[in-house]
């Protein structure tokens, strides 16, 4: 049991200083979801890379984009990828051969 107790302390450990350094450059933890709108959280007063729960913006929720355009350019990639999808399944192949 000891060397399983110092793993779960190590690695403990490990998290915690990533959660207090903040994770790598283009690790998207914390980052926004791409075509959505964070809900239901305020920004930290003294921290600005936390956030609190916003005491009128109800449960907290991901909602599209619509404003900036980002959820129609992600409904319009999701779109191309089932089209191509359907194509590969009826057999459709690229020019190298590939589906």
Do not use: I, N
């Not at 690790?27 to 956030?51: E, I, M, N, S």
């Not at 191509?84 to 009826?90: D, F, M, N």
Request: with cysteine.
């Amino acid at each position: 049991m000891e060397p399983a107790a110092f793993e779960s302390d190590r690695a403990g450990e490990q998290w915690a200083e990533a959660y207090q350094t903040g994770w790598p450059e283009g690790c998207r933890r914390w980052a926004p979801y791409f075509g959505y709108v964070r809900r239901g959280r305020q920004p930290h007063p003294l921290d600005p890379k936390r956030t609190l729960r916003a005491p009128s913006g109800g449960e907290e929720r991901y909602e599209p984009d619509v404003e900036s355009g980002a959820a129609e350019a992600f409904a319009d990639c999701y779109e191309t990828y089932v089209l191509a999808r359907r194509l590969s399944r009826y057999g459709h192949t690229t020019e190298g051969g590939l589906p």
